[in-house]
């Protein structure tokens, strides 16, 4: 299993941007798909994004379309969420998640390995 840790939540107004990042341990980081869930207060987690392992595939939950992006460095074992335009209905803790495989996956129950989470909160 991969550690992952991710970082660069935090308040802002609406409209405004920020950037999370993920970090994970390991060598094998390039043979692991990668997502981006969040949760929301009283909410079920849900699917934000998610890369496959070269970056050359991408999909988005349509309520992020446009507005986020997700990328990837293999050489620093780091998976990104650029987010602009943000809304207050973004607010939530956001995840990072991984599993090993070739295939994109956007599924909660198909990754086996997700971090702590980091708290992104928008303001109206």
């Known amino acids: 299993q991969v550690q992952l840790v991710e970082s660069g939540g935090g308040l802002v107004q609406a409209g405004g941007s920020l950037r999370l990042s993920c970090a994970a341990s390991g060598r094998t980081f390039s043979t692991y798909a990668m997502g981006w869930f969040r949760q929301a207060p009283g909410k079920e987690r849900e699917f934000v994004a998610a890369i496959i392992w070269s970056g050359l595939i991408t999909n988005y939950a349509d309520s992020v379309k446009g507005r986020f992006t997700i990328s990837r460095d293999n050489a620093k074992n780091t998976v990104y969420l650029q987010m602009n335009s943000l809304k207050p209905e973004d607010t939530a803790v956001y995840y990072c998640?991984?599993?090993?495989?070739?295939?994109?996956?956007?599924?909660?129950?198909?990754?086996?390995?997700w971090g702590q989470g980091t708290q992104v909160t928008v303001s109206s």
């Open positions: 998640a991984a599993q090993r495989t070739f295939q994109l996956v956007t599924t909660a129950p198909a990754f086996g390995s």
